[in-house]
């Protein structure tokens, strides 16, 4: 169970069922013992009437004196019977029973009694055994009544407890619902600030004023500062190379050069190998720059970004008369690093004005699951077949101009890094379309 709501409510629900169900059954035994005992009593007290009716009367025969005896002993299959005998001598039966009997165990001592429950046509009956001595004649007592208006009224009542129990506990489940979703409302909020926190809508998470989820939350504002410290120390750390790297490739052109008057052949070797070099420092250096994945809180407006390096470009190729035309919403934004966005829309546009002819178009739409970008150019385009090895470290396909090389790799490289998809398609323009998507949300994009 991955909810903490299941996981609250399922030992609870269990708990609650087994409780019911042992307190069920002690309260069908315990109302099933206090309807016998009051039965086991009146048969007692039935007996003792009985005891008093039988007694000697004329000629020395033991009669029943029917003014003890309730009438309902005169009623056939009443649900109240008797049977009693002196000494070893024959049963004398009660009205009720008509031509049946009650069945009664072996013969009892003095004093004694026993009580019974037996089923007797289908019926269930408590039996009340007595003997006495009375005027020095043994006297076996048996008293039992019908039970199953009892029963019937025990089971009504178990049915009865049994749907009261289950509006109870159904009744306790949404209440322990209610109670669990208010008491887990507090994480929602955390769930949705950490939403806002992604998109870049806030820096960091409020203060929340739980005890337990507190905690959490300045761990989580504690990663967010880290990321950012780390970031932007390994930034410094890249800058810094990169300076570092200048000096030595200076001196060892300038003693390229110095080579150059005595063996020309030997200097342009190594002149190609000091700017292969330079190539490579520059585009790992460029790639290790790469955040990668948007930091909390980053919230870059694309069409002011946009803005900056349409100018810059104009500015570049200002010999040839270009037109850049963009689309994009004002509140249209990149979920990631200001410097990504830089590196990822300067080398799309540098490749589209290299190669276009007058114009370049960029169109930038955003949705809740993905950020969608295309630049075209109106330029000769790229053959389908050998699109593919663009994006293969920096290659080029023609050396003869710049463009179309190592920027494609950056830029596949980066859109790799924020787990989005880079690929280019023939322009409606004539030239070349690079289309890329970025999720908004890492399941934003399938």
């Given at each position: 169970?991955?909810?903490?709501?299941?996981?609250?409510?399922?030992?609870?629900?269990?708990?609650?069922?087994?409780?019911?169900?042992?307190?069920?059954?002690?309260?069908g035994?315990?109302?099933?013992?206090?309807?016998?005992?009051?039965?086991?009593?009146?048969?007692?007290?039935?007996s003792?009437?009985?005891?008093?009716?039988?007694?000697?009367?004329q000629?020395?025969?033991?009669?029943?004196?029917?003014?003890y005896?309730?009438?309902?002993?005169?009623r056939?299959?009443?649900?109240?019977?008797?049977?009693?005998r002196?000494?070893?001598?024959?049963?004398?039966?009660?009205?009720?029973?008509?031509?049946?009997?009650?069945?009664?165990?072996?013969?009892?001592?003095?004093?004694?009694?026993?009580?019974?429950?037996?089923?007797?046509?289908?019926?269930?009956?408590?039996?009340?055994?007595?003997?006495?001595?009375?005027?020095?004649?043994?006297?076996?007592?048996?008293?039992?009544?019908?039970?199953?208006?009892?029963?019937?009224?025990?089971?009504?009542?178990?049915?009865?407890?049994?749907?009261?129990?289950?509006?109870?506990?159904?009744?306790?489940?949404?209440?322990?619902?209610?109670?669990?979703?208010?008491?887990?409302?507090?994480?929602?909020?955390?769930?949705?600030?950490?939403?806002?926190?992604?998109?870049?809508?806030?820096r960091?998470?409020?203060?929340?004023?739980?005890?337990?989820?507190?905690?959490?939350?300045?761990?989580i504002?504690?990663?967010?500062?880290?990321?950012?410290?780390?970031?932007?120390?390994?930034?410094?750390?890249?800058?810094?190379?990169?300076?570092?790297?200048?000096?030595?490739l200076?001196?060892?052109?300038?003693?390229?050069?110095?080579?150059?008057?005595?063996?020309?052949?030997?200097?342009?070797?190594?002149?190609?190998?000091?700017?292969?070099?330079?190539?490579?420092?520059?585009r790992?250096?460029?790639?290790?720059?790469?955040?990668?994945?948007?930091?909390?809180?980053q919230?870059?407006?694309?069409?002011?970004?946009?803005?900056k390096?349409?100018?810059?470009?104009?500015?570049?190729?200002?010999?040839?008369?270009?037109?850049?035309r963009?689309?994009?919403?004002?509140?249209?934004?990149?979920?990631?690093?200001?410097?990504?966005?830089?590196?990822?829309?300067?080398?799309?546009?540098?490749?589209?004005?290299?190669?276009?002819?007058?114009?370049?178009?960029?169109?930038?739409?955003?949705?809740?699951?993905?950020?969608?970008?295309?630049?075209?150019?109106?330029?000769?385009?790229?053959?389908?077949?050998?699109?593919?090895?663009?994006?293969?470290?920096g290659?080029?396909?023609?050396?003869?101009?710049?463009?179309?090389?190592?920027?494609?790799?950056?830029?596949?490289?980066?859109?790799?890094?924020?787990?989005?998809?880079?690929?280019?398609?023939?322009?409606?323009l004539?030239?070349?379309?690079?289309?890329?998507?970025?999720?908004?949300?890492?399941?934003?994009l399938?």
């Amino acid at each position: 169970m991955k909810s903490i709501r299941a996981r609250l409510s399922f030992p609870f629900v269990a708990l609650t069922l087994s409780v019911f169900v042992l307190l069920w059954l002690l309260q069908g035994w315990f109302l099933r013992q206090v309807a016998y005992d009051f039965v086991a009593a009146r048969l007692s007290h039935e007996s003792f009437l009985l005891l008093k009716a039988v007694g000697p009367g004329q000629e020395d025969a033991w009669t029943l004196d029917g003014r003890y005896i309730s009438p309902t002993y005169m009623r056939p299959m009443s649900g109240y019977y008797f049977q009693y005998r002196i000494d070893s001598g024959p049963w004398v039966y009660s009205r009720s029973l008509w031509d049946g009997q009650i069945p009664s165990g072996s013969t009892l001592p003095a004093g004694k009694n026993r009580i019974t429950a037996v089923m007797q046509n289908g019926e269930p009956w408590l039996v009340r055994e007595e003997a006495y001595v009375k005027q020095g004649r043994y006297l076996h007592i048996v008293v039992a009544e019908d039970i199953a208006g009892i029963r019937h009224d025990l089971a009504r009542l178990s049915g009865m407890t049994i749907a009261l129990g289950v509006l109870f506990l159904v009744l306790m489940l949404l209440a322990q619902v209610m109670i669990i979703r208010g008491g887990l409302a507090s994480l929602r909020r955390v769930a949705l600030d950490i939403v806002q926190l992604k998109r870049g809508e806030i820096r960091q998470l409020p203060e929340s004023s739980v005890s337990e989820i507190e905690p959490l939350v300045n761990e989580i504002n504690y990663l967010v500062q880290s990321m950012e410290l780390r970031l932007q120390r390994s930034r410094n750390a890249v800058g810094n190379l990169a300076h570092a790297a200048k000096t030595p490739l200076t001196v060892i052109d300038r003693q390229i050069e110095k080579l150059a008057d005595r063996c020309p052949a030997d200097a342009e070797a190594l002149r190609q190998q000091s700017l292969r070099l330079r190539a490579l420092m520059e585009r790992e250096l460029t790639r290790a720059r790469i955040c990668g994945t948007a930091l909390p809180g980053q919230r870059i407006f694309i069409q002011e970004e946009l803005e900056k390096l349409q100018r810059t470009m104009l500015a570049i190729h200002r010999d040839r008369n270009l037109t850049i035309r963009t689309d994009v919403n004002s509140q249209t934004f990149f979920p990631g690093e200001r410097d990504d966005l830089v590196e990822l829309l300067g080398n799309l546009m540098d490749n589209a004005c290299k190669w276009a002819v007058s114009q370049v178009r960029i169109v930038g739409a955003m949705d809740d699951r993905c950020l969608e970008l295309c630049i075209e150019d109106d330029g000769p385009g790229i053959d389908p077949v050998k699109r593919e090895h663009l994006l293969d470290r920096g290659e080029r396909l023609d050396e003869s101009k710049d463009g179309h090389g190592l920027g494609l790799s950056i830029v596949s490289e980066i859109v790799r890094q924020y787990e989005g998809r880079f690929d280019l398609y023939s322009s409606e323009l004539g030239g070349l379309k690079a289309h890329i998507f970025l999720p908004r949300k890492r399941e934003g994009l399938v």
